[in-house]
């Protein structure tokens, strides 16, 4: 367990740790002109969406979309979501952000439809504060109905924290909106320390696999037990498994040869705006594909 502890530690360690330093106090400083900033954000519509991409693996064809949020402020110029999403979840700001993103993702994904696109997946996430507030449900089911978009290219991306904490949703929440006929994936999974039970007692449909993991499939051989573990994990409960932050040939390689259903990451495509994305699906843009001999396929 201790080196499962460290493992898991050294992986998350670069981003999540830090140390105490006098550039703290400008920090803290940054922190309260954030929060300041962010509660007139919405009315002074600052915000913007891109969207970034998703491929089935063996099609090379974008079948899917994440709707990422994007933060202009005209003193602090663009704030990324890693400076103001916990801001935003902490002062429940992020209640009335969420569905402001909700809507727009959904408003512009049927936009791309009527206008004659193949129809594609949007994804959309969901902060577990979200879960907290009343009219979840409600708030849904009115802006399916609002933007005419149909249930089932709806995907909502919920995290591991939600499942163990105290706001664990009732079972029931997640089938209430499982009902609407839209569908669940559990982003960034395994970088939790929830217990694995949740995936069978919820009605999940997809692992999205953390990006640190997928960084060092082709050089690290833990790395890569993992990833065909969680495929494997996948696969056996009958989900789909998408892999986020492929950024190489090599990677996606891999992923493909140990039978992972979707991609998303740079090696592809950034996030991307409205105009830039319209224009990959006018020219319908993919990933060269080539077969993979039957005997070749790593189970
Ligand atoms: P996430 O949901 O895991 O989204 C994927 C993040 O990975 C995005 O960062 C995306 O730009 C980045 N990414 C994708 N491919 C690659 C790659 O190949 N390499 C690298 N290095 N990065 C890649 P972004 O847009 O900065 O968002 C960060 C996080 O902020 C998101 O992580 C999500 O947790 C949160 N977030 C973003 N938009 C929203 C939102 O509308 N609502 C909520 N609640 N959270 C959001
Ligand atoms: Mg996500
Ligand atoms: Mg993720
Ligand atoms: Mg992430």
């Known amino acids: 367990h201790a080196d499962i502890a460290m493992y898991r530690a050294k992986k998350l360690g670069r981003n999540n740790f830090q140390f105490y330093t006098p550039a703290m106090n400008e920090e803290s400083l940054e922190r309260v002109r954030i929060e300041g900033a962010l509660r007139n954000a919405l009315e002074r519509d600052e915000f913007v969406l891109y969207y970034q991409p998703q491929l089935d693996i063996k099609t090379g064809k974008v079948v899917g979309m994440e709707a990422l949020l994007r933060w202009q402020h005209p003193e602090l110029g663009m704030v990324p979501p890693g400076r103001f999403i916990s801001i935003a979840e902490e002062t429940g700001l992020i209640v009335p952000i969420g569905a402001w993103v909700m809507r727009t993702a959904c408003a512009q994904n049927k936009a791309w439809q009527d206008a004659g696109f193949d129809k594609l997946r949007v994804a959309v996430n969901l902060s577990a504060r979200q879960f907290g507030a009343p009219d979840l449900i ?40 499982k009902a609407l006929g839209v569908s669940l994936s559990i982003d960034d999974f395994g970088t939790g320390y929830s217990s694995l039970s949740y995936l069978s007692r919820f009605p999940i449909d997809v692992l999205k696999i953390d990006r640190s993991f997928v960084a060092d499939i082709t050089r690290d051989a833990n790395d890569e037990a993992i990833v065909t573990s969680i495929i494997a994990l996948a696969h056996n409960l009958k989900l789909a498994v998408i892999a986020e932050g492929v950024e190489t040939a090599e990677q996606l390689d891999y992923l493909r040869r140990h039978g992972c259903d979707e991609m998303q990451g740079y090696y592809f495509s950034r996030p991307l705006a409205n105009a830039q994305f319209e224009q990959l699906l006018r020219e319908g843009r993919g990933l060269t594909v080539e077969a993979i001999p039957e005997q070749v396929v790593e189970a």
């Open 138 to 177: 409600e708030g849904l089911e009115a802006v399916l109905k609002d933007t005419g978009m149909e249930p089932k290219y709806l995907e909502i991306e919920l995290t591991e924290s939600l499942f163990m904490s105290d706001i664990t949703p009732a079972v029931d929440l997640l089938h209430r909106m």
